[in-house]
């Protein structure tokens, strides 16, 4: 979340034996982020096949970090890492059409409810949009949670101006541009954002804490954070659907 534009391009600085030295040093945190990623994905999806694709990401990191931008190697391969093994699930576009139609629905329930009052959707207003019970919607949001990683790319159907973590696309002039612009609605939107989705997106991410730590912490189930997470990357996706439509 914190990532920002100015590393998406670095010169190829590094010398064969630096980028081996980097290769070899920070090849455990491919394993760790393996893992933390393997926590939130479906049963199918292989701890080896992120960590194939992890290593590739690092191999890129290693050859294009260029110190002098200002970030460290280890924030800066850890963003190339996660992001080529993102790659490789959506690659295998593993979550049900019902759920991109879903996540979709409830997107512009959402909005149609804010745009009407002005205010943060409540969670019976958004099912009644719907024209679904209360406990049907909490089960749509759930459903979502748990067939489809959350990333910044799926805020924007198709990866359309997503938040691209992998680095891997090749720098296109003016993308820089549109990103950066993208990031700074992102931020607006995230600000804006209740209190308590606010708070699930942070234990989320930056605490790295999973659904059952985080559920101790606001006190409620780990159903219940994973319908909160669902809702919030609803709630965002309305915010940011002008971006959507270019």
């Known amino acids: 979340m914190t990532a920002s534009s100015g590393l998406r391009m670095y010169s190829k600085s590094q010398t064969h034996s630096q980028q081996e030295k980097l290769i070899?040093?920070?090849?455990?945190?491919?394993?760790?982020?393996?893992?933390?990623?393997?926590?939130?994905?479906?049963?199918?999806?292989?701890?080896?096949?992120?960590?194939?694709?992890?290593?590739?990401?690092?191999?890129?990191?290693?050859?294009?970090?260029?110190?002098?931008?200002?970030?460290?190697?280890?924030?800066?391969?850890?963003?190339?890492?996660?992001?080529?093994?993102?790659?490789?699930?959506?690659?295998?576009?593993?979550?049900?059409?019902?759920?991109?139609?879903?996540?979709?629905?409830?997107?512009?329930?959402?909005?149609?409810?804010?745009?009407?009052?002005?205010?943060?959707?409540?969670?019976?207003e958004v099912a009644a949009e719907l024209g679904v019970g209360l406990e049907e919607y909490y089960g749509i949001l759930s459903d979502t949670q748990g067939s489809r990683l959350f990333s910044f790319d799926d805020l924007m159907e198709e990866g359309e101006h997503g938040l691209e973590e992998s680095g891997s696309h090749d720098f296109e002039p003016g993308r820089g541009l549109e990103d950066e612009r993208f990031r700074r609605a992102l931020v607006d939107a995230i600000a804006s954002l209740p209190e308590r989705e606010r708070l699930v997106l942070s234990l989320y991410y930056d605490e790295e804490l999973n659904l059952k730590e985080i559920g101790e912490v606001l006190g409620v189930s780990e159903s219940r954070v994973c319908q909160l997470h669902s809702q919030c990357a609803a709630r965002l996706r309305a915010r940011l659907a002008e971006w959507r439509s270019r």
């Open 24 to 124: 070899n040093q920070y090849a455990p945190l491919v394993k760790r982020i393996a893992y933390h990623l393997l926590a939130r994905l479906p049963a199918n999806v292989q701890v080896e096949d992120l960590m194939q694709a992890g290593m590739i990401g690092l191999l890129e990191a290693a050859k294009k970090y260029d110190a002098g931008k200002g970030a460290s190697f280890e924030t800066y391969a850890g963003i190339r890492i996660r992001g080529a093994m993102l790659d490789e699930v959506r690659k295998g576009d593993w979550a049900p059409r019902s759920v991109h139609r879903n996540s979709r629905m409830v997107a512009d329930a959402i909005r149609a409810v804010e745009a009407r009052t002005g205010r943060d959707a409540k969670d019976p």
